[in-house]
T-cell receptor, first 104, second 116 residues
């Protein structure tokens, strides 16, 4: 069993939809990262959070340390949000990623 | 935000040659840099952690003699793939952290290596 599990693995959405990507982990952590990887491979760090909730533009990340679970939400999704979203813990142990495609 | 660059962005080489990949933090001093490898359709895997001025710490299964890491300054780390073979073809990504123990990392754009 992976130490970091993401769901769903693949996700398609229509432009404007609200999207949720989930991440569960089994190891103790001090912080969890949400990353975005574009088709060309470049990675952008979206959030690092250790408790509660963070918001940046249309992106919201939440974490529940007791339940070892985090979610990434995208409001009013847009085709440019199409990417692979990865949660990662520690140094980092990566989830397998969630491939999101948003169609206009 | 902080910027990390990698050079080259892609490289094609013959089997048996060595390839050096550079990772630079452009606007901050990185006490710790990380090297990752990503095979197609797979997640990133941490290869090693390098701290400026000391030897790199390699993850289990990563050959330290094959993947030489040098972190000579606070803004530059290099990964040298020695005697590259086709199975080393992969996407290599570095990231840089600003403070040891602080889990804030800035990722480089990656280097795509193809060994023929």
């Amino acid at each position: 069993k992976n130490e970091v599990e993401q769901s769903p693995q693949n996700l398609t959405a229509q432009e404007g939809e609200f999207i949720t990507i989930n991440c569960s982990y089994s190891v103790g952590i001090s912080a969890l990262h949400w990353l975005q990887q574009h088709p060309g491979g470049g990675i952008v760090s979206l959030f690092m959070l250790s408790s509660g909730k963070k918001k940046h533009g249309r992106l919201i990340a939440t974490i529940n340390i007791q339940e070892k679970h985090s979610s990434l939400h995208i409001t009013a999704s847009h085709p440019r949000d199409s990417a692979v979203y990865i949660c990662a813990v520690r140094k980092l142990i990566f989830g397998t990623g969630t491939r999101l495609q948003v169609f206009p | 935000g902080a910027v990390v660059s990698q050079h080259p962005s892609w490289v094609i080489c013959k089997s048996g040659t060595s390839v050096k990949i550079e990772c630079r933090s452009l606007d901050f001093q990185a006490t710790t840099m990380f090297w990752y490898r990503q095979f197609p359709k797979q997640s990133l895997m941490l290869m090693a952690t390098s701290n400026e001025g000391s030897k790199a710490t390699y993850e289990q299964g990563v050959e330290k003699d094959k993947f030489l890491i040098n972190h000579a300054s606070l803004t530059l780390s290099t990964l040298t793939v020695t005697s590259a073979h086709p199975e080393d073809s992969s996407f290599y990504i570095c990231s840089a952290g600003q403070v040891v123990g602080r889990e804030t990392q800035y990722f480089g754009p990656g280097t795509r290596l193809l060994v023929l």
